[in-house]
Antibody
Framework: EVQVVQSGAEVKKPGESLRISCQSSGYDFSDYWIAWVRQMPGKGLEWMGMVYPGDSDTRYNPSFQGQVTLSVDKSVNSAYLQWSSLKASDTAIYYC????????????WGQGTLVTVSS | IQLTQSPSFLSSSVGDRVTITCRASQDTNNYLAWYQQKPGKAPKLLIYVASTLQGGVPSRFSGSGSGTEFTLTISSLQPEDFATYFCQQLIAYPYTFGQGTTLEIK
């Protein structure tokens, strides 16, 4: 059974760094892109970018390029979303999702990680 | 590629047939998916490549369309279908989502 499990909620101050995780199981982690999607409070879905665990290749939405870093650790079947200096506007729920073969749609999603940035 | 969903809000009753439209600013070559999101939950894939039902999704959901205009239809609304629905294009980076359609109980 495919499962995608994200790390827990975080409360941070502006300027702090943060890394959240997304751990997959039930399939060959190396073979599927992992995407990250932001949902700001009460708003819609925004694709941030994606990472390919097989070779750590990445694709970024220009709106998020330089603001976040995507990475993976194949040894623990995990993908990561990282900020070096958080802003209040980074407050949102962040989802990771597996991209399926062929259709490229996002077939399995994590439960979401709420990140709150407040002084 | 910009995606525009209509309507943004829809008030319907159990048993109704409802249709949500997603218009793309460019041809998506049918790389168009539909997702359902309930409050406090992650999105769930319903339809991919415009018209293929994801496994486990009830057959009352269907997708159609091609090129730049797509529809999601629910043939007979059930209580569990009241949620927000998003379309997504996957033909070009950056992938984009429609703004969402919230389906409410009348």
């Amino acid at each position: 059974e495919v499962q995608v499990v994200q790390s827990g909620a975080e409360v941070k101050k502006p300027g702090e760094s943060l890394r959240i995780s997304c751990q997959s199981s039930g399939y060959d982690f190396s073979d599927y892109w992992i995407a990250w999607v932001r949902q700001m409070p009460g708003k819609g879905l925004e694709w941030m970018g994606m990472v390919y665990p097989g070779d750590s290749d990445t694709r970024y939405n220009p709106s998020f390029q330089g603001q976040v870093t995507l990475s993976v650790d194949k040894s623990v079947n995990s993908a990561y979303l990282q900020w070096s200096s958080l802003k209040a506007s980074d407050t949102a729920i962040y989802y990771c999702a597996r991209q399926s073969f062929g259709s490229d749609s996002f077939d399995y999603w994590g439960q979401g990680t709420l990140v709150t940035v407040s002084s | 590629i910009q995606l525009t969903q209509s309507p943004s809000f829809l008030s319907s009753s159990v048993g109704d047939r409802v249709t949500i439209t997603c218009r793309a600013s460019q041809d998506t070559n049918n790389y168009l998916a539909w997702y359902q999101q309930k409050p406090g939950k992650a999105p769930k894939l319903l339809i991919y490549v415009a018209s293929t039902l994801q496994g486990g999704v009830p057959s009352r959901f269907s997708g159609s369309g091609s090129g730049t205009e797509f529809t999601l239809t629910i043939s007979s609304l059930q209580p569990e279908d009241f949620a927000t629905y998003f379309c997504q294009q996957l033909i070009a980076y950056p992938y984009t989502f429609g703004q969402g359609t919230t389906l409410e109980i009348k």
